[in-house]
């Protein structure tokens, strides 16, 4: 077997230490303490795991702190990222569709410490809802994805224009379009597009803003605020306007999907503005008078993911 170009992505230990340190700051209660405590000895635990079991394969890999990534991912056969979905969307900025990826959670949720501590603390954990793998099953995942025996999945993301310029980060999750503060009122206006056509009545809004996730981040913010799951390897866009005032007539356009083959046209009317792509970190301004173009025309991601939600999508 050749030897494969691995390159390993970890979450940083400090994030643990930080909260150590400001639960220790804020509670006295000691089983969240001790619960804080765990939680890092476990991500620790599980990057000295995944290590040891890659210097026993055929493969050369480098290890790196996710806050360390500054360029591109290239020349490489395979990322492996350990942490959770956090540390796994930070890597897929730098890809593109060469490169596939495993999400290794570091730190699962474990129902009977959540059922345990119900009354007194929130104990959930790691999601990792796009990670394959966790220390339970990495090793023969590794395997079957060096032996061949394990395929990667084809994401759809979300490539976005201001002012016909292409934003140089594709959202994997979601983007939200929206007022720096999130208390304030965002005026804007949209249409749908096909072939450079609107085939749809232009919309006028004022609301919290506008939010457009992918299959695979229909799960997340998108489920929360009413919207509906996909099936995850799905190639449409779901949308949404967040909170609209009085929509009147255009109700029937405040959510829905953009297919495969179109694009939504925003117009921004308001002083300031950002898009917010898979969260908080990254995020780029708009100002008064700015067109955005969110489009599902991105670069797909190669992913491993779980048997389960694969199925789920052959199911859907």
């Keep these: 077997m050749a030897r494969r170009?691995?390159?390993?992505?970890?979450?940083?230990?400090?994030?643990?230490?930080?909260?150590?340190s400001n639960s220790h700051s804020r509670a006295t209660n000691p089983q969240m303490l001790h619960y804080s405590e765990n939680r890092r000895k476990a991500h620790m635990d599980a990057i000295?795991?995944?290590?040891?079991?890659?210097?026993?394969?055929?493969?050369?890999?480098?290890?790196?702190?996710?806050?360390?990534?500054?360029q591109p991912i290239?020349?490489?056969?395979l990322v492996i990222t350990v942490g959770g979905d956090g540390t796994l969307l930070q890597a897929s900025h730098f890809m593109d569709d060469s490169v596939p990826i495993l999400g290794v959670n570091s730190d699962p949720t474990r129902i009977e410490e959540v059922e345990q501590f119900s009354n007194e603390f929130d104990a959930n954990r790691s999601t990792g809802h796009l990670c394959a793998a966790t220390v339970n099953n990495f090793q023969q995942v590794l395997d079957d994805i060096l032996e061949g025996r394990k395929?990667?999945?084809e994401l759809a993301r979300i490539s976005t224009y201001v002012n016909s310029k292409l934003l140089s980060t594709y959202a994997l999750n979601d983007i939200l379009?929206?007022?720096?503060?999130?208390?304030?009122?965002?005026?804007?206006?949209?249409?749908?597009?096909?072939?450079?056509?609107?085939?749809s009545p232009l919309v006028n809004c004022r609301s919290s803003g506008l939010r457009v996730s992918t299959a695979a981040g229909s799960t997340a913010a998108m489920l929360s605020a009413g919207g509906f799951q996909m099936p995850i390897l799905s190639r449409d866009l779901q949308y949404m306007v967040r909170e609209p005032i009085s929509p009147g007539a255009a109700s029937s356009w405040m959510h829905g999907l953009i297919k495969s083959d179109q694009y939504i046209e925003v117009a921004w009317f308001c002083n300031k503005g950002v898009i917010y792509i898979d969260?908080?970190?990254?995020?780029?301004?708009?100002q008064n008078g700015d067109t955005?173009?969110?489009?599902?025309?991105?670069?797909?991601?190669?992913?491993?993911?779980?048997?389960?939600l694969l199925a789920q999508s052959i199911c859907t």
């Design 5 to 20: 170009r691995l390159l390993l992505l970890l979450k940083p230990f400090d994030l643990y230490s930080m909260r150590q």
């Design 292 to 308: 955005i173009e969110v489009s599902p025309k991105a670069p797909i991601l190669k992913i491993f993911l779980r048997d389960h």
């Design 279 to 286: 969260g908080s970190h990254v995020c780029y301004p708009i």
């Design 74 to 77: 290239r020349n490489v056969d």
């Design 177 to 199: 379009i929206a007022h720096p503060c999130p208390a304030a009122l965002s005026r804007f206006s949209f249409k749908f597009k096909r072939d450079d056509q609107p085939f």
């Design 151 to 153: 395929a990667p999945s």
């Design 48 to 70: 000295k795991f995944c290590q040891d079991i890659l210097q026993q394969k055929p493969v050369d890999w480098e290890p790196i702190l996710r806050n360390n990534l500054s």
